[in-house]
């Protein structure tokens, strides 16, 4: 038998296993590494964060990922090349982290990459009259991953959700129902990356049916990309300090939420592909704001990723929700941002995961971490038939090293 087809069986039987976790998310501010240790599986499951870190990435990389990313025409050849390219590439970080953090490759049992999204369709938002389905698009080969770093390695995720129903997003709603659920009180987790998103998870023990994810619009995309074109040293506004200086321009606000995504029902997924700079310069365009300053457009465009997510908790708990929300992603650092939110949700508490002992920056990378283990050691986990087709499915393609 394959020796590696025996370690894995091996390792399926183990009480634990030691796997890390990747996420490269819309941003692109770089890769997410997180070593975890997780226990059993299921609701069962009991994870521990042992090292993380965000391998940040060059202009250069950046640079490249931009040829293809979100983009409507892009060269095949340069596609073909990236896909292999950032696999080696990711291989070399996560080999990086592992260096320094002293822990031997033999050590690890499995890498979870979730890769790179570079388009995402959802076919409410592509609506392409041959192709009757959803689809979404990550670089970075698995098989490039596990050669690389010699560890058996799972990527590929979101095609499974997407055989199996859904549209290959939120896919929090399995890492945060295992991780997060509590007997205490409902809770709301608040994914502030790029795009935002979020899982309501009814009091464990509940029926779980009633837990889904759902993206709500813009996190930090349009603020990133509008600050990157006044500034193009700058990465994003850094706490916010562009933003909080200037004054939301209510008919700017009131073009950009004309998007019909903001009224679609939930849950439903988008990207850059949608939120990015024609959809803003279309809005400017018809609130007569081409010339608004960069920090009234900036306090705009933070007020309207709130909107989006105090409009989607509305269209599920009524026009107060008072729900305890408990942020991540980087947006959970932007002071401005943290602000709108409250402005928008005045009847919510608001946290971060940092307070459930889940940092803020991991959660993503945990999330492949945990379906990682999902698919090796546990069962598909069922959060029934509720609102969002949320699969009962195992993910992820397996690539061996030999
Ligand atoms: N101190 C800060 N002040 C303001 N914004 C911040 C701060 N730190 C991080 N951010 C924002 O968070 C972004 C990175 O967030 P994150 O890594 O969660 O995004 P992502 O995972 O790439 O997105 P997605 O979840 O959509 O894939 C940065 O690009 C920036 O916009
Ligand atoms: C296609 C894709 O990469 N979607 C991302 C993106 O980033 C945030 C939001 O949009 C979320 O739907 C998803 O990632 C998280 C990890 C998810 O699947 O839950």
């Not at 038998?1 to 091996?10: F, I, K, V």
């Not at 098989?143 to 979101?158: E, M, N, P, Y």
């Not at 795009?195 to 309501?200: D, E, L, R, S």
């Not at 321009?249 to 849950?267: I, K, M, S």
Request: hydrophobic share 40%; net charge negative; glycine share 10%.
């Amino acid at each position: 038998m394959n020796s590696y087809l025996t370690r894995l069986y091996s390792m399926a039987q183990q009480p634990s296993r030691r796997i890390v976790g990747l996420m490269s998310g819309t941003s692109l501010d770089g890769l997410d590494v997180a070593l975890c240790r997780l226990h059993g599986h299921g609701t069962a499951t009991r994870l521990e964060l042992e090292h993380f870190a965000t391998v940040p990435y060059s202009n250069e990389v950046r640079r490249r990922i931009r040829e293809v990313f979100a983009g409507g025409q892009v060269s095949l050849e340069y596609l073909t090349l990236l896909h292999p390219w950032l696999g080696l590439l990711h291989g070399d970080m996560i080999l990086q982290c592992l260096q320094e953090w002293q822990v031997a490759p033999a050590a690890v049992d499995l890498v979870a990459s979730h890769g790179q999204t570079v388009y995402h369709a959802p076919q409410h938002q592509h609506q392409h009259p041959d192709f009757p389905l959803n689809a979404t698009l990550q670089l970075g080969d698995g098989d490039h991953v596990s050669v690389r770093t010699g560890i058996i390695t799972l990527s590929d995720f979101r095609q499974k959700h997407i055989a199996a129903g859904g549209e290959g997003a939120p896919l929090a709603a399995y890492g945060d129902y295992l991780l997060l659920s509590s007997t205490e009180e409902e809770r709301l987790l608040l994914n502030l990356g790029g795009i935002a998103n979020f899982t309501y998870l009814p009091r464990a023990g509940q029926d779980a049916s009633a837990a889904f994810s759902t993206d709500t619009g813009p996190g930090n995309t349009l603020l990133d990309a509008t600050v990157r074109a006044h500034h193009p040293m700058l990465a994003y506004d850094e706490d916010g300090r562009l933003a909080s200086a200037g004054q939301v321009h209510a008919g700017l606000l009131t073009e950009l939420l004309a998007h019909p995504f903001f009224a679609a029902p939930l849950p439903k997924t988008t990207g850059p592909e949608l939120f990015g700079p024609a959809y803003l310069r279309s809005a400017q365009e018809r609130s007569d704001t081409l010339t608004l300053g960069l920090a009234d457009t900036l306090a705009t465009l933070t007020e309207l990723s709130a909107v989006g997510v105090a409009q989607a908790a509305r269209q599920v708990f009524g026009s107060e929700p008072a729900l305890a929300v408990y942020a991540s992603g980087g947006g959970a650092h932007n002071p401005a941002l943290q602000a709108a939110l409250r402005r928008q949700l005045p009847a919510c508490r608001f946290a971060t995961t940092q307070q459930l002992g889940v940092l803020p920056d991991a959660k993503e990378a945990i999330l492949f971490a945990l379906l990682a283990n999902e698919a090796v050691a546990g069962q598909p986990v069922s959060l029934g038939a509720g609102r969002q087709r949320v699969p009962a499915v195992s993910m992820g393609k397996i690539s061996l090293p030999g």
